[in-house]
């Protein structure tokens, strides 16, 4: 299997680096469930079925069975990025990415690779996993989630003439902790409307909490004003019982999903119902269906993905995981149920956040080795053009 050891990533290696194939296997050798792969809770007999060494399914002569999707990097789009976090495309193809710890929003020509800087977002206060987050555009306004210096909120600024304005605030009093868990999802569904993934703010209490926006995906219009439509009246609250909330994305039947990072044991993948409880505190991964909350539809051990970033192209989601340095590709199947998922370029790239789709079947995906967690004497951070079956 695939798991090269840090020191040996090169853009070189990488770019010959094809639809690897690493289901189950753990790179490194964690006390915490190293060697259970991710699981559906609901698609067997038993919960949280063994996955065996992960080889996949053995086929009469004992070979695996090929793999169902692929990912191939097609080329590096730009480099020497510093710690991006969201990332989205503008109308001719060239991308604002936006920097956790600068605040500034890149410019990226998707040609030529070439950075310029389109502003820096006034008010953010990066702090720990905290600063400029989410990004999301309409039309001529880019919206962002960013930490500031009493709590998380949504701001938008005008883009016009390469140049951004200053920001109006959206939305604030998002609670936020000094270090960790600020959320940062930010994306319009295909209803118009802004979805925002908040974290617990390091009280998991409150993610259970219907008057408190931490620890929940929001919905709210363009403006921040509760839609007529959400689950609860004079809510922006749309689901609740969320840990850290920071990937976004809708399948082809409009239907929400989102990755979710676990505490110590189980990251999830949860399909988004209006009104809906996803359990934590009370519960991390499955096991919560009894006591009236919605169970993940993936789960994974967290050394194993850690998920940030979440995109959809083609039939299946894709995400990016930050400890589990991989990107993870969970097909749903015809009535669109999680199926099986697979995990490309363990280790390749190191830490990985964001993933944008761009069309069918090409994905962006950019890596986050400088957000004080990685080695970024490996190589600055990048963004990847991918070819996804
Ligand atoms: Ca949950």
């Known amino acids: 299997m695939s798991a090269r050891p840090l020191a040996s990533r090169s853009l070189a290696a990488a770019l010959t680096a094809l639809a690897v ?127 500031a210096a009493s709590d998380n909120r949504v701001v938008r600024m005008r883009y016009t003439d390469g140049q951004l304005g200053s920001p109006d605030v959206v939305l604030d009093g998002i609670p936020k902790d000094d270090v960790i868990h600020h959320g940062g999802g930010l994306a319009f569904g295909p209803d118009g409307m802004l979805y925002a993934g908040t974290g617990d703010a390091n009280e998991p209490d409150l993610a259970q909490d219907p008057d408190s926006l931490a620890g929940k995906i929001l919905r709210m219009t363009p403006d921040g004003e509760v839609p007529g439509d959400n689950p609860e009246p004079d809510s922006l609250v749309f689901s609740l019982g969320h840990r850290n909330v920071q990937g976004l994305a809708w399948d082809d039947r409009d239907r929400l999903w989102a990755s979710e990072f676990g505490a110590r044991s189980l990251d999830e993948l949860n399909l988004i119902e209006p009104g809906a409880n996803y359990g934590w505190p009370e519960h991390e991964g499955s096991g919560g269906a009894d006591d009236g909350f919605v169970d993940p539809q993936v789960e994974w051990p967290v050394e194993q993905a850690s998920p940030s970033g979440l995109a959809y192209t083609d039939g299946a989601l894709w995400m990016a995981g930050l400890r589990g340095e991989r990107l993870w590709r969970v097909p749903l199947d015809g ?55």
């Open 21 to 147: 194939l690493a289901v189950g296997c753990s790179g490194d050798d964690s006390s915490e469930g190293a060697g259970d792969g991710p699981s559906r809770p609901g698609a067997g007999d038993s919960p949280a079925p063994p996955e065996g060494d992960g080889d996949g399914e053995a086929t009469e002569d004992g070979d695996a069975a090929p793999a169902e999707g692929s990912a191939e990097v097609e080329g590096t789009v730009a480099e020497g990025l510093p710690s991006p976090w969201g990332m989205v495309e503008l109308p001719d193809g060239d991308l604002l990415v936006g920097s956790r710890d600068d605040a500034t929003v890149l410019r990226v020509d998707a040609d030529s690779g070439e950075t310029t800087e389109a502003g820096r977002v006034e008010g953010v206060e990066a702090n720990g996993e905290g600063g400029l987050l989410g990004l999301a555009l309409d039309g001529d306004t880019l919206y962002a989630y960013i930490t």
């Open 335 to 389: 009535a669109g149920e999680a199926g099986e998922p697979e995990a490309f370029f363990e280790s390749e790239y190191g830490r990985l956040r964001a993933v944008l789709a761009v069309g069918p079947g090409e994905l962006l995906l950019a890596t986050n080795e400088t957000d004080g967690r990685g080695t970024p004497e490996d190589g600055d951070d990048r963004i990847l053009r991918l070819n996804v079956l």
